[in-house]
């Protein structure tokens, strides 16, 4: 349950699972997540709309998450990992949905192997000024998913980068 400026409201979390293709790895996991709320609601907003409405924070990331579902279950040749599609209520309110899987997951935490969050999908109008074929990447250094994604982003001409300011500040988040 949420609040949302008034009475609590029931929410959930909106999961889907795309099984392995390998049978030594099919019992690991993938987590792709994103988050489907912005600020919440706004009770004095005029009008019959009362819900902070962000599309990078995080419509973006939610629409990415549907669409690598889509693309990734219509391959002929499926992961071998198992990959875990959810996304998250609440996030802004304190984390309420990733805090509730990391209490109810659905699959053993333990054989989940990496967690990739969507968020702010597409965006080019960084501070720093337009950025086209490029991607930040938050907690770079925490993991070898940096180097990973960018080696992957290569033959599309996409540099996957750790951000000097935001990426630390932000995956601490």
Not at 61 to 81: D, F, M, Q
Not at 94 to 119: C, D, H, Q, R
Request: aromatic share 8%.
């Amino acid at each position: 349950t949420a609040r949302g400026g008034g009475d609590p409201q029931k929410v959930r979390n909106v999961v889907g699972l795309l099984r392995g293709s390998d049978e030594k790895l099919k019992d690991t996991y993938i987590l792709v997540s994103a988050h489907y709320d912005h600020l919440g609601m706004n009770p004095n907003a005029p009008g019959d709309d009362k819900i902070f409405n962000g599309a990078n924070d995080d419509g973006s990331g939610t629409v990415s998450v549907i669409e690598l579902a889509n693309a990734l279950s219509s391959l002929k040749v499926k992961p071998k990992r198992s990959v875990v599609f959810i996304t998250f209520y609440g996030e802004e309110r304190g984390m309420l949905g990733s805090t509730f899987y990391g209490k109810n997951p659905l699959v053993p935490l333990a054989k989940t192997i990496a967690g990739i969050n969507l968020e702010h999908m597409g965006r080019t109008d960084d501070e720093e000024g337009e950025r086209l074929k490029e991607a930040s990447m938050t907690g770079f250094d925490f993991s070898d998913m940096g180097p990973i994604f960018n080696e992957a982003g290569k033959p599309f001409g996409v540099k996957v980068t750790k951000h000097p300011q935001n990426s630390d500040a932000f995956f601490n988040r």
